[in-house]
């Protein structure tokens, strides 16, 4: 590669049977920290800027954006009018929230001073995935950045092929995998987890988390390396300059916050514990009690409102925290009485309304949320394009999260990168049990409206869309369930719960968001977060069966309500017939220009969908319609065979013989040797164009010509007697040019695919 080792640093490894490079000190050098990170053919550019002033906002602001690049993967834009990226795709959202939630537990929190890591992808190998070099490159870039990060972290991508593990698959062996699985961690713990799989049991799980914890230290190992040849840069903190009526202020909040924190040791567990507090809207009122009473004693001591505000901002959340951790850790208590592997009441109702395709209700306490489906042609599937190229998507789910889910008023602006994470998380929960495109043709699509949040409302739209689902008669496998899995621990992870089914004060720190969705047979997806600074494997295996203890009880309400999915969709659904057509008869469907194929579709309203190797979706509302359509389509892809019979309408005369129209656009030609059990002298003296006889196919030629014949048809009987007399009297004469040959020279000009092969 053009790197010139004169002017930074390099440092290689063989992992996985790739080699993994890490470089700095060319790139991007007014950065804080630029590192390229290349495994196989995949190269991704990393940077780190931290500023220098403080913001004045009340968390830690860090923001994490990858830069899907489509030169990476050599394509240009699909678009006629746009070939500049735009907004990002939902894969580089979801690969910029996997890095976000795997770097962001080793940072200071307390820090105020922005921190922006920026992930550009700019070669991508199919061969090398660009998500884990995508961590990989943060991960060394915030290394030697000289910020405050407890780093390094690896990552790696786990696969199940063919029964056996496999560590950083390609793409194109992803294909054939049961499992997607992507872990990354320190060199001893685990931080964050993502995971789709095809009902995978918890304890194969647990071998691949465990096992990727192991494969991924070859990575850690090497940013090490890295940050031991390119020592991190100093950050200037410069100084800070206080006057001294600044000093006295400073001096006099840090009195103000002993006190706050004396009074709070004395009085949070009396408020917090005093009884249970079923509700959020009880937890926040105690929440609002303790701020109350802290705010009432600085106002006693004559502090100033700007000053209370400060000095309760500062306490009262990190007190409440603590001690609903120690309660936790200490007496298994919490706030709303119930046990550690407890949930809390749960519900679920299908069939809201009269006209939606499917609908399904699932509230956990006073976590709720709505699943509204819509079926629609194979058409209006969705179509991707993004550095693994061009592809298509029939089954979308999206998720919603209005501000009065949480009782709150702010701008709506359409989808931020939390639904865009949370919808995605649901999708991937119910893919495996969605039906083929053979089995159930349609583009299906749900949209989960969070009517009320508290706890894990992604797995509640997990739940809601498997209610929609087997209410719209979707043949899914099984109904899939998820809940979240939470953790209570001291700092340095001596003493440790886990929690079943979290809600609001118990996602602290020290705490965990350790989703999990599956059937009554296996995980079909994880998401892990966490707000410590990794976790051991015992409390992973906990999670695990903690998971699918909830995950079967919620299954069991899922079931009460609705038994299995319905075996008659909607009236309001569209219908859709699916079948195979030989795919050399494509051609003969669409037609010149698309002028068959449209016909139908204006004939009959119906839309038609036709795959490469011939499978035909026919859809539409009208079930006449769509069957005309259908029969339509059968009659002109028909395979034809010696000894079958039809009445069609004759098309073209010729000397020789009549053209009979069998199916749209195939004729067939009766000689007129077999148009009649006696001699005819020519076909006009016996038919006309637009006549309706009965014919028999002869025989299949080897041009793939049809050939007919009338004379066995005793349907045609009515025709010879009118017809015999007239035949007489010509006296067979095969030249004559009377008026029934001039009908012949009336009838030309129609064209079709077995008389265009006799020309």
């Known amino acids: 590669m053009f790197f010139d080792k004169k002017e930074g640093v390099e440092v290689s490894t063989k992992w996985l049977g790739r080699e993994l490079t890490l470089k700095t000190g060319l790139l991007a050098k007014q950065a804080d920290a630029a590192v390229l990170a290349q495994y196989g053919e995949t190269v991704i550019m990393a940077t780190v800027v931290q500023s220098n002033e403080e913001r004045g906002v009340d968390f830690f602001p860090l923001s994490v954006e990858f830069e899907e690049k489509l030169y990476a993967a050599g394509i240009i834009k699909g678009s006629r009018w746009i070939k500049r990226e735009g907004r990002p795709s939902d894969d580089a959202v979801l690969t910029g929230r996997m890095i976000d939630r795997s770097i962001r537990p080793l940072f200071d929190d307390s820090s105020r001073k922005d921190v922006q890591v920026v992930i550009t992808a700019l070669s991508v190998d199919p061969a090398a995935t660009y998500e884990i070099t995508s961590l990989v490159a943060a991960s060394a870039a915030l290394a030697i950045s000289g910020v405050d990060w407890k ?47 095809s009902e995978i049991p918890e304890d194969l799980v647990y071998e691949a988390i465990t096992r990727g914890q192991k494969e991924m230290q070859p990575a850690v190992e090497l940013i090490k390396k890295l940050k031991a040849k390119a020592p991190a840069k100093e950050k200037s903190e410069g100084e800070k300059l206080l006057t001294e009526e600044q000093i006295k202020a400073e001096e006099e909040k840090a009195k103000l916050v002993e006190t706050a924190n004396a009074w709070l040791k004395d009085n949070v567990n009396k408020i917090l514990f005093d009884k249970q507090y079923y509700t959020k809207g009880e937890r926040k009122a105690a929440v609002k009690a303790i701020k109350d009473g802290l705010n009432k004693l600085l106002f006693d001591q004559g502090v100033s409102e700007d000053l209370r505000k400060t000095v309760i901002g500062l306490t009262v959340e990190k007190a409440v925290d603590a001690e609903v951790t120690k309660e936790l850790l200490e007496n298994e208590k919490r706030v709303d009485g119930r046990a550690l592997d407890e949930i809390r009441k749960l519900s679920a109702k299908v069939g809201l309304f009269p006209r939606n395709h499917g609908t399904g209700l699932f509230s956990r306490g006073e976590t709720q949320i709505m699943s509204l489906l819509t079926l629609g042609a194979p058409g209006l599937e969705q179509n991707l394009e993004g550095l693994e190229g061009a592809s298509t998507k029939s089954y979308m789910h999206h998720y919603n999260f209005p501000p009065y889910s949480v009782g709150e008023t702010r701008p709506m602006r359409g989808p931020g990168r939390r639904e865009i994470g949370h919808g995605a998380l649901a999708e991937k929960a119910l893919k495996p049990v969605i039906p083929s495109k053979e089995e159930f043709p349609y583009t299906i699509r749900i949209v989960s409206e969070t009517l009320g949040s508290n706890g894990s409302s992604s797995m509640g739209a997990t739940c809601g869309s498997t209610l929609a689902l087997m209410d719209a008669g979707v043949p899914i496998k099984k109904p899939v369930a998820g809940l979240a899995i939470g953790l209570a621990s001291n700092e340095d992870m001596s003493q440790w719960k886990v929690l079943t089914d979290i809600q609001d004060l118990e996602d602290g720190k020290g705490g965990m968001d350790f989703k999990i969705t599956g059937t009554d047979e296996g995980i079909t997806a994880i998401q892990l977060d966490t707000k410590t600074d990794g976790l051991n494997e015992e409390i992973i295996k906990e999670a695990l069966e903690k998971g699918l203890k909830g995950r079967l009880e919620i299954l069991d309400v899922i079931k009460k309500a609705i038994p299995g999915y319905r075996k008659e969709l909607s009236k309001y659904a569209p219908r859709i017939t699916s079948f195979h057509i030989d795919p050399e008869k494509i051609r003969d469907v669409i037609g010149s220009g698309g002028k068959v194929i449209n016909k139908i579709i204006e004939d009959t309203g119906v839309s038609i969908d036709i795959e490469d190797d011939g499978f035909v979706m026919v859809c539409g509302t009208d ?23 039809y009445k069609g309408k004759v098309v073209r005369l010729m000397d020789f013989g009549a053209f009979v129209e069998l199916t749209p656009g195939n004729d067939g030609l009766v000689h007129v040797s077999e148009m009649a059990p006696y001699r005819v002298g020519k076909p006009g003296d016996l038919v006309s164009i637009g006549d309706e006889v009965h014919v028999k196919i002869k025989e299949i030629d080897d041009q793939g010509r049809v050939n007919l014949t009338m004379k066995e048809m005793i349907e045609n009987q009515d025709l010879w007697k009118d017809r015999k007399g007239e035949q007489s009297r010509s006296g067979f004469d095969h030249g004559n040019r009377g008026g029934h040959g001039r009908r012949d020279d009336r009838g030309g000009g129609r064209r079709n695919f077995n008389r265009d092969k006799r020309r």
Not at 627 to 639: G, N, R, W
């Open 623 to 645: 079930s006449e319609m769509a069957a005309k359509a259908v029969q339509i389509i059968k009659d002109i892809t028909h395979e034809f065979e010696a000894g079958e019979t």
């Open 151 to 197: 780093g390094p972290i690896g990552g790696i991508k786990v696969g199940l092929i063919n029964d056996q593990l496999v560590f950083n698959p390609t793409f194109s062996e992803m294909e054939d995998s049961k499992l997607d699985l992507t872990v990354a961690g320190t060199d001893k713990k685990t931080i964050m987890i993502e995971a789709g799989a």
